[in-house]
């Protein structure tokens, strides 16, 4: 019994990180079932019987980038009393994972609205982003810290200064934290 689920189990995790890595080069929107199959060197009808739909393949490979590479934990930060430090220490992580999973994240912020499971298959993702979001925004006073944080924390705008802009990750919290701060003043 033991060797048969260690064996179901290494065969659902080579088809999630397939998945995983034709996600990160192509992008969902172009992963067929077929390239899963091709990658993960398994039969189509194995990938079918391990995931039976592809909201459950994308719960399989977003699982598996989970493992590989494991979002903030922001009740961490809860117990650091000053804002501005519990903002410097949240974002520097978050952008240590946009770095780690900038090629999975730029073909899935791509392809959101492409594929349709998309949404239901990132819930939990979007649940973790609402954590950090409330616990960054703790200590802050004004209606204008929310936007300002929520772009913040958005992969895109980090893309945008740290790609095209071509800013440190640090420079990038440290300007954050100046302009949420001017907002404070």
Same mark, same amino acid.
């Given at each position: 019994m033991v060797k048969r689920r260690d064996k179901v189990e290494e065969t659902r995790r080579r088809i999630a990180k397939a998945t995983y890595e034709l996600h990160s080069t192509i992008g969902p929107a172009l992963t067929t079932i077929s390239l899963v199959s091709e990658r993960s060197g398994l039969p189509r009808q194995t990938v079918y019987r391990n995931f039976a739909t592809n909201l459950d393949l994308y719960r399989g490979c977003i699982a598996f980038g989970l493992e590989l590479h494991p979002l903030p934990d922001p009740t961490?930060?809860?117990?650091?009393?000053?804002?501005? @430090?519990?903002? @410097?220490?949240?974002?520097?992580?978050?952008?240590?994972?946009?770095?780690?999973? %900038?090629?999975?994240?730029?073909?899935?912020?791509?392809?959101?609205?492409?594929v349709k499971e998309s949404a239901e298959a990132l819930q939990p993702v979007? @649940?973790?982003?609402?954590?950090?979001? %409330?616990?960054?925004?703790?200590?802050? %006073?004004?209606? @204008?810290?929310?936007?300002?944080?929520?772009?913040?924390?958005?992969?895109?705008?980090?893309?945008?200064?740290?790609?095209?802009?071509?800013?440190?990750?640090?420079?990038?919290? %440290?300007?954050?934290?100046?302009?949420?701060?001017?907002?404070?003043?």
């Open positions: 961490r930060w809860q117990s650091i009393a000053d804002p501005g @430090e519990r903002l @410097e220490v949240g974002l520097t992580e978050l952008y240590q994972w946009f770095e780690a999973t %900038e090629p999975v994240m730029t073909n899935s912020v791509r392809d959101f609205g492409a979007g @649940e973790v982003f609402q954590g950090i979001y %409330e616990t960054l925004r703790q200590g802050w %006073e004004g209606t @204008e810290v929310g936007p300002l944080l929520s772009l913040a924390l958005d992969f895109a705008t980090w893309k945008k200064l740290h790609r095209e802009q071509g800013m440190a990750s640090t420079a990038i919290v %440290e300007l954050w934290g100046d302009l949420i701060r001017c907002r404070q003043a």
